[in-house]
């Protein structure tokens, strides 16, 4: 069923565009995410199990992710289950596209979980935690706390400025990893400025790696959430 589904809705010309766009090392068919979704209610409709999901692609990753999403779980069977299978993850956009769809996680104990992948070794689990805490706790009262975790983790990251996309597949994944971790900070303070100017402003300061800062700065001056004047005084934070 799954395998016709992948089959059956490949388009090779999306296949070459996520292809250049998408680093990873599972082969990729090129289904358009509406269409992954929808399939993917239809999977946990009728109540496919997760292991009945292979992970030999980029699109039952993210089927597995999806189907994942839909389950009436608690937190920690959420959580636990996630864990299971996300150190297959490998790139921005899977990352991205399942951690954001795992609403259930907008609790305590996702809370927590997601500031303890900040502290994982792998970089794309680290950017899980980011991103799962840009989507779910950009208005929580631990702000200070995470704010805090995202400092001592851009602190331990390299200070350069240019990453490399040339080489194999496998070289790209491990040259640009860091830098996916350093976009989704970025992100995340563009996020937080764009819903609290004032408090996302004074913790913009506290991040002193140039590429992060200065990302964060370009994100906020293409959002049309700020106001010219806003974006006009973040300017005077920008490392030069």
Not at 108 to 116: D, I, K, P, V
Not at 203 to 219: E, V, Y
């Amino acid at each position: 069923m799954i395998k016709e589904f992948l089959t059956e809705n490949a388009e090779e010309n999306l296949k070459h565009f996520h292809e250049k766009l998408i680093y990873t090392k599972l082969p990729i068919y090129g289904i358009r995410t509406e269409k992954l979704r929808k399939f993917a209610c239809l999977l946990a409709k009728n109540e496919i199990r997760l292991d009945d999901i292979e992970n030999t692609s980029h699109e039952e990753i993210l089927l597995k992710g999806f189907v994942l999403s839909k389950q009436k779980w608690t937190d920690v069977e959420i959580i636990k289950a996630f864990e299971e299978f996300n150190s297959c993850i490998d790139n921005w956009a899977t990352c991205d596209m399942i951690t954001s769809s795992l609403k259930r996680l907008k609790t305590e104990n996702g809370r927590r979980y997601f500031l303890s992948l900040l502290n994982d070794t792998n970089l794309y689990k680290k950017r899980i935690g980011i991103i799962g805490l840009m989507s779910f706790f950009l208005d929580d009262e631990n702000l200070e706390e995470i704010i805090s975790s995202l400092v001592s983790l851009s602190n331990t990251l390299s200070s350069k400025t240019n990453y490399s996309n040339n080489g194999t597949t496998e070289e790209k994944i491990k040259n640009l990893s860091e830098y996916y971790v350093k976009m989704a900070i970025s992100w995340y303070l563009c996020s937080l400025i764009c819903k609290n100017f004032e408090y996302g402003k004074q913790a913009l300061q506290k991040f002193t790696d140039k590429l992060i800062r200065n990302k964060a700065i370009s994100k906020c001056h293409d959002s049309f959430r700020l106001s010219p004047d806003q974006k006009e005084e973040l300017k005077k934070f920008k490392y030069i």
